[in-house]
């Protein structure tokens, strides 16, 4: 089961009771005190692990609480130490205090781990509190109680590209198609429910991460659909692919309108990533001139159609792609309007090849 959100109470273990005790050995006259520390409570920590990819144990857990440490004990023996509670999260996960919905911790790479609430102090023994006017003290230290924190944990999941596009638009088609991803397909709206993560490979050496989240439907801004709910996933991505179906009823520029408009009202900074487009479902063209659709959509958008490129695109169907060989990036204009078919193949190899390059655009 897919869980991004959870919410519960954690908190650190209380430090061990402090020992009143008194020496008591044979021949030994007047031992005197000694009441051993108690022992430090058990500390909170995250770890970070690429192992798990979902916050699914945590799901109806209310309290989470570390071991408290021991009592000293007499002959001036310290307490046990407590062990350290250690929760357990993938890569990506916020931890947010419920109260203020301030981000305590932010923990991102793998095998990061961080101390989260520390553990109590264990109390002093009585052998700490004799002196030359008191040799004879009765009193001990309680321990120090831990810290209590009401967290809500959050999952944001760290992709290089993420596919943003109306239900039922390829996006899950191309991921399965372009990736290691095997997500569920299906001619049906919403088939994608949860997010998935796919490990893209160009060439033999190097990869990039592509993250598919639910369709996007005019209103997600507002709640409507599932998309809303998974944008955040796609928050920390480098750049964003928008997937335009050439096939809808609707026309590509409105498609392309309205995504734009709901990721810029969910977060204007995500709205500023570098971005391509990419127009699915060729083979399913339905209208009278699939060239001229693509043209006037290109030129809708200030562009004018590329003729020569280094990627391979298929030249059967007018594209734009950026020409990076004399002129600077242009963040403002998609890196690529791409014509594709995960049916026919057309592009699905060359989209690999470009899209590495456009993550490469924000070094």
């Keep these: 089961m897919f869980i991004d959100s959870v919410k519960f109470t954690v908190s650190s273990g209380k430090g061990g009771q402090g020992c009143s005790s008194f020496r008591r050995e044979k021949f030994v006259i007047k031992g005197g005190p000694d009441g051993g520390d108690g022992g430090k409570g058990g500390d909170v920590v995250f770890l970070v692990d690429s192992n798990t990819d979902t916050l699914s144990w945590y799901k109806g857990r209310k309290v989470l609480k570390a071991d408290n440490g021991k009592q000293g004990e007499g002959g001036r023996r310290t307490g046990k130490s407590a062990q350290p509670l250690v929760l ?5 996960t916020q931890v947010i205090d419920s109260e203020t919905n301030e981000v305590l911790l932010d923990l991102l790479e793998e095998g990061q781990k961080e101390v989260f ?3 109590g102090k264990g109390g002093l023994g009585n052998t700490h509190f004799k002196n030359s006017r008191n040799q004879r003290p009765t009193y ?4 120090l109680p831990g810290e209590i924190k009401e967290i809500r944990l959050e999952l944001k999941l760290i992709a290089d590209v993420g596919l943003v596009g109306y239900p039922n638009v390829g996006k899950s088609t191309l991921i399965s198609t372009a990736s290691n991803a095997s997500p569920e397909i299906a001619n049906y709206e919403f088939t994608t429910l949860t997010p998935k993560l796919g490990v893209v490979e160009v060439g033999d050496y190097n990869s990039f991460v592509m993250a598919d989240i639910p369709g996007i439907i005019d209103g997600a801004s507002d709640g409507k659909g599932l998309g809303i709910e998974f944008l955040k996933h796609i928050e920390r991505t480098k750049t964003l692919l928008f997937m335009i179906d050439i096939a809808n009823y ?5 498609q392309y309108d309205v995504l734009k408009e709901e990721v810029k009202k969910f977060s204007k900074e995500l709205s500023g990533r570098n971005f391509a487009i990419a127009l699915t479902k060729t083979d399913a063209y339905y209208g009278e ?5 693509i ?4 030129t809708e958008l200030g562009l004018e159609v590329s003729n020569e490129n280094s990627y391979g695109f298929d030249k059967s169907l007018p594209y734009f ?3 990076l060989t004399y002129s600077k990036f242009d963040k403002t204009k998609p890196f690529f309007i791409l014509p594709i078919s995960s049916v026919t193949h057309l592009n699905t190899e060359s989209i690999r090849f470009a899209l590495y390059e456009l993550i490469g655009q924000n070094k």
């Design 250 to 254: 609707r026309t590509t520029k409105e």
């Design 88 to 92: 357990v999260v993938p890569p990506g």
């Design 140 to 143: 001990s230290q309680p321990g």
């Design 295 to 298: 043209k006037e959509f290109i």
């Design 117 to 119: 609430l520390e553990g």
């Design 321 to 323: 792609v950026q020409d």
């Design 289 to 293: 001139d699939i060239e001229k659709d």
